[in-house]
Every structure is written in structure tokens, then in C-alpha cells.
């Protein structure tokens, strides 16, 4: 096995034996946003994990008004199921099921409840640290994007919407 296909130079400290655990979601968008793709990607660095995620094709920032809320930032999640299934049209991946949430937190303290994504004229980039889990714990859960911002108070979820993307988390690499 060549280790060094895996970009670790030759004298990384990680022993052959302990590379780290990895995973990562591709992420598609559907029926109400098709225009969205990118992946997160899950790092095991020490005490926690690294969450990065590069997303294209997200809709343009609307402001929000009255009852209507704003289209962006978007709420970012991990749900309970790796399934990305379209299903209704106007109401689409409800196959992901509700939010990941191991521990039994009130929504705004899920473990799977990350910081919104900011459009960027529809590109978004981001990556966060979280000691929430571990990379082994995520694969085969679900990622979702929003239609709205997540208020991180409203049970169970946020508030955040119509969901506009989903991936399913796969192990990478070993
Ligand atoms: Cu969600």
C-alpha cells in the first residue's frame, strides 16, 4: 500500500498505522436549487474534527420580509439518514429524516447543527473545527443545505426551511 497517493509527504509525522480517519459527503442539489454542487469533507485532527465544505450554484442572497423569511444564509446540517431521495417535488429529501442528534440535545446544540453557509454570488467555502463527534460517527448520515438561515432556537430544526441539497457521507479512502 503507497500511503504517499494519499498526499502525506514522506516525513509526515503520522505513522503508517495511523492515518487519519476521513470521510466526506458529495453534495447535489435538487428540484429547488439543481444548479447547487460541491462536498464536505470530515478530517480527524487532534481533539476533534475539521469540517471543510466548497459548495458552487447556491441561489442568490433574498431578503426576508414579514412572514417571508430570507433565502440565505443557509442552514447546514447533518440529518439521520444517508438517503438522498427526491421524493415530493415542492418538499424534496425528506428521505434524509430529521436531524442527526446522538446526544439528545434541544435543537442549536445538535451535534450535527454547523454554522450557516454564506452565498458568495451562489459559492461558498467554509471549514470549522467541532469536538461533537468523531469521523467514524458520520458515515452513512446525511448532509443537507437549506432554503433558509437556521435561527438555532425554533425545535426541532431551526426553522431553516426547504431543503435544497443533500449528500450522504462516505468513508474515504482505507
Ligand atoms: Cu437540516
Known amino acids: 500500500m503507497n500511503y504517499y497517493q494519499y498526499g502525506y509527504p514522506a516525513y509526515s509525522y503520522y505513522p503508517y498505522r495511523n492515518i487519519p480517519a476521513m470521510a466526506y459527503a458529495m453534495i447535489q442539489g435538487g428540484p429547488l436549487a439543481p444548479k447547487i454542487n460541491g462536498y464536505v469533507f470530515f478530517r480527524e485532527v487532534p481533539n476533534g474534527v475539521e469540517v471543510y465544505i466548497e459548495v458552487h450554484g447556491l441561489p442568490h442572497y433574498q431578503q426576508g420580509s414579514g412572514d417571508k423569511?430570507?433565502?440565505?444564509?443557509?442552514?447546514?446540517h447533518l440529518h439521520e439518514k444517508g438517503v438522498c431521495e427526491i421524493g415530493d417535488k415542492e418538499d424534496p429529501f425528506q428521505s434524509a429524516g430529521g436531524h442527526w442528534n446522538p446526544d439528545n440535545q434541544p435543537h442549536g446544540n445538535?451535534?450535527?447543527d454547523f454554522p450557516v453557509l454564506f452565498s458568495n454570488d451562489g459559492y461558498s467555502k467554509m471549514s470549522?473545527?467541532?469536538?461533537?463527534?468523531?469521523?467514524?460517527?458520520v458515515i452513512g448520515k446525511g448532509v443537507i443545505?437549506?432554503?433558509?438561515?437556521?435561527d438555532y432556537q425554533s425545535q426541532p430544526s431551526g426553522d431553516a426551511g426547504k431543503r435544497l441539497a443533500c449528500g450522504v457521507?462516505?468513508?474515504?479512502g482505507m
Open 69 to 76: 423569511k430570507p433565502v440565505g444564509p443557509h442552514g447546514f
Open 110 to 112: 445538535h451535534a450535527g
Open 128 to 137: 470549522f473545527f467541532t469536538n461533537r463527534f468523531r469521523v467514524e460517527d
Open 145 to 150: 443545505i437549506h432554503q433558509h438561515p437556521d
Open 169 to 172: 457521507i462516505m468513508k474515504y
